[in-house]
């Protein structure tokens, strides 16, 4: 059987242009919104945004190249019984729908790092549970934007680093320049990206690494039909975007409320968004360094994701649910509950 593969000129087309819309999307609103330099503009879009873009936007974020690439690998390797690990998460949203959202939304909080200071009145908890989810989630993009580029490094003759640094800027730019309106209009239209590079695969030696047979095949099947390749990598690229940019946005607020809050309350508006949009930029160059230093991992991506978040969400999580479920609860369990995890996960850790 012929396994040679090729990526043709329609090919690179289709998926720059695909690439370059989320930058002219950045673009328009930075230009759009630039005499409302505010936070709130910024990080939450004036908190006016329709319901349609928001939901497309979080699909998008959440359908990661970790899911489209790791999950077909797994489905391959071990059966369909990977589908009872997606039957908990949809249950578990629902659930979050009528508890957690009404919670939050009340309360009009930027982040869960406000909830545990307005619960526990302790900046000590607030900062050690910023401090786990700035690592869950810097840990969790750099995955993100290394899954691509691991499935196209053999499959596409793409080089790694090239992936890394193309997405990894791109995703940077252009939501530090529009913020999160931008952010979550490039999600909605990566979102008909992703269904459209689905369709190709619905319509049917050289693989070092599982994470390499979805797109190996794809790559293959597709090789006769210009542009469909294409379209099919720029799907693992708006993946992979629409993560990174949806977490850079989430840092850089965090960071700016949880952290530098009190430092930067004597400036002006329109100076502490052009700080957010700089950290925005930061973030972004730390996630690339990191993906590329990601290849060094092994095994399949999707463990790699489940473990950041088991490692960092479990213990916010339990926080959470005590603050949230037991009146009585305290600081001196919250710090205690989370200190124990960790050193439980150290040992753990140690011993492999």
């Known amino acids: ?9 329609a090919d690179y087309v289709v998926c720059v242009v695909v690439l370059l819309i989320p930058m002219a999307i950045g673009i328009l609103f930075a230009v759009k919104d630039a005499k409302k330099a505010t ?24 359908m990661s190249a970790i899911s489209l690439i790791g999950t077909t690998a797994d489905m391959y390797t071990y059966g369909a019984m990977i589908t009872l690990l ?21 309360l009009q909080l930027t982040s869960i790092y406000e909830y545990f200071m307005l619960r526990f009145h302790s900046r000590a908890v607030r900062m050690s549970a910023l ?20 499935g196209l ?46 369709l190709p695969i619905i319509i049917s030696g050289l693989i070092t690494n599982r994470n390499q047979i979805l797109p190996f095949s794809v790559m293959h099947a597709l090789k006769d039909m210009p542009g469909l390749a294409g379209l099919f990598m720029a799907k693992l690229f708006s993946a ?25 309350g004597g400036f002006q508006e329109s100076r502490i968004t052009l700080f ?27 463990q790699l994701g489940a473990s950041i978040f088991g490692a960092c969400g479990g213990p916010m999580f339990g926080v959470f649910i005590l603050g949230a479920c037991i009146p009585w609860s305290n600081k001196y369990g919250a710090l205690g509950g989370g200190l124990t995890h960790n050193v439980v996960q150290i040992i753990r850790i140690g011993n492999q």
């Open 1 to 9: 059987m012929d396994v040679e593969t090729s990526i043709q000129v």
């Open 276 to 302: 957010t949009k700089l950290l925005v930029c930061v973030y972004g160059l730390i996630i690339i360094g990191l993906a590329y230093l990601a290849n060094s991992l092994q095994g399949p991506v999707t």
């Open 39 to 62: 936070r709130e503009e910024y990080l939450f879009g004036g908190r006016r945004m329709s319901v349609v873009p928001i939901a497309l936007s979080l699909f998008a974020s959440y």
């Open 240 to 264: 992979s975007l629409s993560t990174i940019s949806s977490g850079m946005n989430a840092l850089a607020a965090i960071t700016v409320e949880d952290v530098l809050k009190n430092f930067l």
């Open 153 to 198: 490094q053999t499959t596409a003759n793409i080089p790694l680093w090239m992936s890394i640094v193309i997405v990894g800027i791109i995703g940077t730019v252009y939501s530090a320049l529009g913020g999160i309106k931008s952010v979550v209009w490039a999600d909605a239209f990566r979102c008909f990206v992703m269904f459209g590079g689905a």
């Open 131 to 150: 401090a786990v989810g700035m690592v869950q989630n810097i840990c969790y993009m750099a995955v993100a934007l290394y899954t691509p580029a691991l």
């Open 86 to 106: 997606y039957v908990g998460f949809s249950v578990s949203y629902i659930i979050g729908l009528f508890t957690i959202v009404p919670l939050f939304y009340s």
